[in-house]
């Protein structure tokens, strides 16, 4: 296992698996062109190692030049392909194969296709050295390809992370299971958020909130946030598939958090097994569910005094509020039982000065 940054990277991918990869496309290639003296255009920065070992398991004769484009920033691709260095001059009349390190989306490829399509080549062909099938829009023809692989991320072989890992030997693929996935439980005025807002800081997590992700999408006008709304209007309960597709957005939004906090999701256990399909879905899971608990009494006591300040009308009527913890319990109960079946239930006294509780919740979370 490596680290770049914050992210851990396990081996994938043999240096000795590569070099036989390009062996196989230098002799294929070689094959067609051999009466002719075909151009390589290497796409810079990922490509400089294929290129090179490529050229050497290439040998006949050549022309070779370069052309640079970006569109990742971290672990996920901007859906923007620069142009950094333009096609090369004098290019009429060749055959031009492109040298690509790995093709995902294609994005690249149509920036690349772009690039000489204004030109006279005499035919224009890819070459990928690591080739991402399922995710690839198909657009245009891979002609030769070195390795399919899945849609994983990986470095090493020319490939960064946010620079790092360029200059390794082989390839490595991201350590999903690093990632630390919290559910949060608490009952109103536990502070959950408060400690949500500490968690995240201190291990780089993206708190989902089911509140604030309703709200954002319904005040927006999302095709969710209709959808919620159409459900609401007529005093019915938001089904659990629309809300699992909004958290579903918000987790594709952040594929640099190194895990995320579920908070107010999932309420049953229907809700928890579809909260586990989706992750297992992203080759994710949730490492523990953690329940901040507080006698009733003090939290009471701590509502009728927030709701002084915040206007909150279930915060200033005791009763309101005691079938608040009724309502919590008869719903928590069942979740309980379903993650302790996993093994992933705790308890941490939630009643302290704050950055205790802080405390005991990262003692936890860090023997994940």
């Known amino acids: 296992m490596i680290k770049l940054h914050d992210k851990f990277?396990?081996?994938?991918?043999?240096?000795?698996?590569?070099?036989?990869?390009?062996?196989?496309?230098?002799?294929?290639i070689a094959k067609?062109?051999?009466?002719?003296?075909?151009?390589?255009?290497?796409?810079?920065?990922?490509?400089?190692?294929?290129?090179s070992d490529f050229l050497k398991a290439y040998q006949n004769p050549c022309e070779v030049s370069f052309v640079r484009l970006s569109s990742y920033q971290g672990l996920t691709s901007t859906g923007i392909v620069e142009t950094?260095?333009?096609?090369?001059?004098?290019?009429?009349?060749?055959?031009?194969?492109?040298?690509?390190?790995?093709?995902?989306?294609?994005?690249?490829?149509?920036?690349?296709?772009?690039?000489?399509?204004?030109?006279?080549?005499?035919?224009?062909?890819?070459?990928?050295?690591?080739?991402?099938?399922?995710?690839?829009?198909?657009?245009?023809?891979?002609?030769?390809?070195?390795?399919?692989?899945?849609?994983?991320f990986i470095v090493g072989y020319g490939l960064d992370y946010n620079e790092l890992g360029r200059n390794l030997r082989e390839v490595y693929q991201l350590n999903q299971s690093d990632m630390i996935n919290l559910v949060l439980f608490g009952k109103p005025g536990a502070?959950?958020?408060?400690?949500?807002?500490?968690?995240?800081?201190?291990?780089?997590?993206?708190?989902?909130?089911?509140?604030?992700?309703?709200?954002?999408?319904?005040?927006?006008?999302?095709?969710?946030?209709?959808?919620?709304?159409?459900?609401?209007?007529?005093?019915?309960?938001?089904p659990d598939e629309v809300t699992i597709d909004m958290l579903k957005d918000e987790v594709e939004k952040s594929p640099d958090a190194a895990g995320f906090i579920f908070d107010g999701f999932p309420r049953t256990a229907a809700q928890a097994e579809a909260l586990d399909n989706f992750l297992?879905?992203?080759?994710?899971?949730?490492?523990?569910?953690?329940?901040?608990?507080?006698?009733?009494?003090v939290l009471v006591a701590r509502l009728l005094e927030r709701g002084k300040s915040s206007g909150r009308s279930d915060d200033q009527d005791?009763?309101?509020?005691?079938?608040?913890?009724?309502?919590?319990?008869?719903?928590?109960?069942?979740?309980?039982?379903?993650?302790?079946?996993?093994?992933?239930f705790h308890s941490v006294n939630g009643i302290g000065n704050i950055d205790d509780i802080t405390e005991r919740l990262s003692k936890i979370i860090e023997t994940l």
Not at 329 to 335: G, I, R
């Open 9 to 28: 990277f396990k081996p994938y991918l043999k240096e000795e698996e590569i070099l036989a990869a390009i062996k196989k496309m230098a002799d294929e």
């Open 318 to 344: 005791e009763d309101k509020i005691r079938n608040r913890f009724d309502e919590y319990n008869e719903k928590t109960a069942p979740l309980k039982a379903y993650y302790e079946k996993q093994d992933k």
């Open 84 to 152: 950094l260095l333009d096609a090369p001059e004098e290019i009429e009349g060749k055959s031009v194969i492109i040298l690509e390190d790995v093709v995902d989306t294609g994005r690249t490829l149509k920036q690349l296709v772009h690039l000489f399509s204004h030109t006279n080549v005499k035919e224009f062909k890819i070459a990928a050295l690591f080739y991402k099938a399922e995710v690839y829009n198909g657009e245009y023809a891979i002609d030769y390809v070195g390795l399919e692989i899945p849609d994983n």
């Open 191 to 238: 502070g959950k958020g408060t400690q949500a807002g500490f968690l995240k800081e201190k291990y780089n997590l993206k708190h989902i909130s089911t509140g604030d992700v309703f709200r954002y999408n319904i005040k927006n006008g999302t095709d969710l946030g209709k959808l919620a709304k159409s459900f609401i209007d007529k005093g019915d309960l938001v």
């Open 280 to 297: 297992e879905s992203k080759n994710m899971k949730v490492n523990a569910t953690i329940a901040l608990e507080a006698d009733d009494d």
């Open 32 to 51: 067609d062109y051999k009466d002719e003296t075909p151009l390589f255009v290497g796409v810079l920065n990922g490509a400089f190692m294929f290129v």
